[in-house]
């Protein structure tokens, strides 16, 4: 279950309006790796989980933090909109040059649709959507791409941080840019606690038999470009990560099979095939249909 | 510029036919985290590098190879299909088990719009989109998404090799599986080597000024749910991976600030305010237009 | 059968071009409340409709109407199209600040995929899409959505009048919002009729067995929010309005369960769960399987 | 803000999983009418609210119950799909009826993707999207939103009512079914009450001026089919609901105007046009301005 | 303007229910190429149309047709749901080998979201879009996409026609295979009819002039595979179908530049550049700007 | 297999950076008609292919040129976006109408999303997806899909040459400009091939047997629309491009059916039928089932 609160975590009120960078801020909100995208992955992932106990319950605590995110982010961008024009043509752009950056540069939905309201959306409208998110029910695999959605926020609110001078905008990309670092650093360290458990491991998924995948092309770096360079990183020679090979580098494949033939499906489905005239076109019949069909 | 041979990698034929696998093996050529996903990936992380040599020059190469998995799964994917069903109705259904269990279990769309053949979908139809993608010209943020990607494409492979006991198509999961297991050390190894080369950090982005984030929530676990198993985890005592704090924990926020008031649009966007009979119903004109718009 | 006449049901020529309000007007043509939605919603509605009449009939007449009105929004963006600029660069922008204007706020891809045409997409480009189209076979409930989907559209339709000046536009704006006006009154009084005459009623469906449900907690406002303005409205006390109850309220849930134990699905989905080896890594087989599965 | 407790409001757990009912029960978590629906529509427009009070209390109320109702179906889906088979393939189907009619019948990936877990998808696996939900500033219009949702809502869970058998989750349904009836009164009332205080009338927006829409139309049932049973309904003669007119029949359009002519963009944009000759083609120069262009 | 008439083009009543069946009918409703597709991508052909008679005229009489296609698909699928059945679960499917192969097979929102009816989506129920049609405003391209558009069309008619043997649906295929006949062989000879005319011509757009390409690769076959067959076919010699060059064949590109270097965006959007310490980490400020910035 | 070579097919590189072309170049890439889907379709056309020889070559050859295209205009969008601007408030754009310009007609995600880099998006932001793709096994119409989309390719070139005059953007426009002369012309040789050489033929799909199609109808132009000019045209009478029979012209449709019942599906589906009290609303059972049901 969860509870409502009316207060914020952290104060989100801008020193004016500004629906231009209200804007960008939408996807920082409802982009691809927006507040509702952690929001809805850490809950999924909390739904999903199998394992009773710390992880769970770090899941199910972040979740919730994430959803005030949301609302503080929805606030901030309603505030950001309330100024917003109503004129938008270009006779209104021709008559003020500010006007028609504004009117270019501000998401328009958000005045026809939303009345100057917040949308759950990215900057380029696009709606936010579910395959966004990651939940696969393994958590080494999970809390990698959780780790990855921090990565990418925090570096998108960076971005946007720079987008404007405004005091208050500022102060609160300052908090969540700091919450960001701390949820960055959490999942690495889960990360790490599975494997030091030995709940999972690396190669993930750990439990697969490792018998069953062809080891040796495991650890080959397989060059398909014409550079060089990259036989000169560590992922080409020494030990790997999951201490169980060693990096090799090949320039280029070493083996390759011949195509097989091309497939030859019912002949009723009309596709061109090598026999044209295989069915009678006066009753639809398949004249010399293949053996074994 | 891209060459291509008409040769596969890897052998990519089944023993025989199966439509229904068909439609599972769709999820890892056009799902998420399929095939098509990490080789367009890879190729736009290579057109968005900022810097020459081998990390370029690594990205450039695998995504080349990524697109020969394109090529196998598709062609592996069609001779899957080279028996599927033509008539597919209740009446067919009815008249075998097995044929009514092909029909429910198949991709319809195969049939009907690629005449048994291949399509750019997932296993439920969705088409492969461009929002699947991630390349943000952070190096350490993308080769997370990376590693990340090549985790839950391996943990997919796994699930479905165990879909099917067709020798043809486990060789080639083997074959794929091994490949993802490469690649999921190379990502690490990668990202590990920014960091140890100073060319990135965490928290990512590392080139953010630290003093202008809000630190005092920089490293605090709080918590937002009810549970307290979440206390017991490294994330929420201890030193934190990007070496520059410590964790502590929090059992819920410590402050909070009162909701902003309600937003005050133009009168004319018609939202229901707190004023109805500002605008003059005859003539459209805001009677008591507020003195600050 | 639909029949076409080369005339207009209303005059829709604008008094000049106009490409940034061109995009303003595609939102109530191929937006999310825009004309093709109920044109399309009305007609899947009688296609569904399970009684013939009166109700069907009004169905069949609004949807063709309907289909009148996306002709008539199109003729008039087609129009309001026809100076859209060609020069669309940095260098154009700069040379004539309206110019600039124009090219941030018009619909790029009206001029490069439509040649200065109208397009079937909402003023961000999305394109519409069939999930915005409500048509559940439940007239009651249908009708609701109708009454909506015309309150929405009047909206959005008041708010673009005030975005020009143009008394073309202006001219066809008035008659649509007439339009608007007539088709609210008519689905909320179609709807009406329904419960009337017994058709249908509330709550929907009402042809559900009110035994089947949790009758104790069908009338109780639960709040979930820490706020005590909700108890005076007349939801939280009262008879309802399906005139089956009367509104009670309560601050908070009475009751609540305990989560159900986390699932343990298949080893062989490679899940994280509490028995990380119960997989034999080098076969494959799952060594310690639940009994009951 | 939102706070998380580790309980449910309702018991959630099914008797026995079903991975083919799991798919059903999936349309009305992640559907177009699902609880994620609803929570974030509620949530949008209590943060898009103008007005401080009752309603916006309303909204924040509803908006986090729902959020639990979300968890509430994820956690029964999960437990539903914790039964579902590995083995997937044309083999499979044919060694066993009723395993064949699973596999035809569950979500492919609820195995592949999530590892049996549930998703943020409808019951075709289309992922929710952020265009379900309305907001738009307009309480009259919204609440008449929310009352639909909550119809379409419960149509949807009566119908799965009697795809099932199984207690567990006849229960939990029988449970959301009732929080519907509230919800659908609860919403009607609400926005009946705007209309008793004055807040907001019909038609919507009830603020735009009236003088500025062309009245003669505004009442008008104008038949575009040709069937004559819709003039005997209730919304082709008498009072209209708004009380401000009555409705008239007119069996089709009285009044028509002529298409304007085609349209003349810049012959640059290589449109079909009247003068296929105006470029010069060897320089490109349009040759025969249009001299107002 | 559209007028709807209650009468069928032709007779659209199946033999008896199937619920399996009308999924896959579904992809000539709501599909890339199904009926809604080309009404709607004639409509806007024709309201884009720059030039009055017989092409405009085509365009709004066809478009008209199509709507009604639209109409006969979808009473014709409603009464395939029409026996839909309710029940659907594991148990159902396990008691009737039938019933599960239906419950597999059919469109499972068909029954929860439509009560057994018709939808504006395709077999895998995805949405109809917008982004399905094409209306370019040059005729000789968009009659092209029609031709193509019809050939598809027929293509998957042709498809499931022999999908089922009832013979009241094949009646109506047998019947919109005709209409594709003439479909197909009408746009195939309005195209040409442009070209005899003068009004458009190969290559498209015949306007833009010849002399801005790059005529030295407009004829050349360059083979990036390494295949040799298709150095046989007519595409590889010979005069050339727009009647302006002759084909020729070049086995690989001649001609190739150097990759330009990286590029150095600004150091405040925080990718990983050659710089990593260009910012000042306690300012923000960036310390070593490049000179041309 | 594809392999990778660190040069381009012709130089891609502006004079100058320009964020705002930078937007418009992005449809030529990612857009519905766009290098990304024709690199694409030709590849799953290619492993589509039923026959192998010379056109199956000629799908391979082609779809690794240009996989290489879209690696040409990646690398021309990633320099024009070189000098994108960071600031991007209201503020900024008031300081500076050039600036606010660019703000307005830029793409926003380019910055905030891929830090001044391209992405597989269109001109509006639209992520590309596969259903922009045409492979249906039959060449004839996939080679007409083929020759439509370069049409509509070189058409929207040809549009965007003219919005900028930096001579580095235009000379590769003038390359790819030619290449897609080149491949309109061979596509429609192509498709004339497979006709001269009795592979396929007219109407598309020429193995259907025209006996199971409604003949009388094939050839008929049957005008919906009430303009007479379509009779004029070479599609209402002479001989078909099939060689099969004449054009005819009707005004308007000689035959009709009357609509067929409404469908009455099972009563627990809770639609509006002609019998609403068929359910015991205590205990849900039907009372008065059809008997055929």
């Not at 005045?111 to 696009?126: E, K, L």
């Amino acid at each position: 279950m969860f509870f409502h609160k009316q207060e914020l975590q952290f104060t989100a009120s801008p020193a004016k309006p500004d629906a231009v960078y209200a804007r960008r801020m939408q996807e920082v909100l409802g982009g691809q790796y927006g507040e509702i995208t952690v929001a809805m992955q850490y809950g999924f992932q909390s739904w999903n989980c199998h394992i009773p106990g710390k992880y769970r319950d770090l899941l199910y605590g972040i979740a919730a933090e994430e959803f005030g995110h949301v609302e503080m982010l929805a606030i901030m961008i309603a505030q950001l909109l309330e100024k917003a024009p109503v004129e938008q043509s270009e006779q209104a752009a021709a008559s003020d040059p500010v006007l028609g950056a504004v009117i270019g540069g501000m998401d328009v939905q958000s005045a026809i649709v939303a009345g100057a309201g917040v949308r759950p959306v990215d900057s380029n409208g696009n709606p936010w959507q579910g395959s966004y998110i990651t939940a696969s029910g393994n958590l080494l695999a999970d809390f990698t791409a959780n780790a990855n959605a921090e990565m990418q926020g925090r570096l998108q609110v960076a971005r946007i941080y720079n987008m404007t001078d405004d005091p208050g905008v500022r102060e609160l990309l300052s908090f969540l840019l700091a919450r960001d670092t701390m949820h960055q650093n959490q999942w690495i360290r889960a990360a790490q606690e599975l494997r030091d458990e030995g709940v999972e491991d690396l190669p993930v998924p750990s439990n697969f038999p490792l018998g069953q995948e062809q080891r040796d092309v495991a650890y080959e770096y397989i060059n398909f470009s014409d550079g060089a360079a990259a036989s000169e990183g560590s992922w080409a020679s020494g030990p790997t990560p999951d201490g169980k090979g060693e990096f090799t580098y090949l320039d280029g494949p070493e083996t390759s099979v011949p195509m097989p033939p091309p497939t030859q499906p019912d002949p009723r489905l009309y596709g061109t095939d090598a026999k044209p005239n295989i069915i009678d076109k006066a009753t639809g019949v398949v004249k010399d249909k293949l053996s074994d069909k």
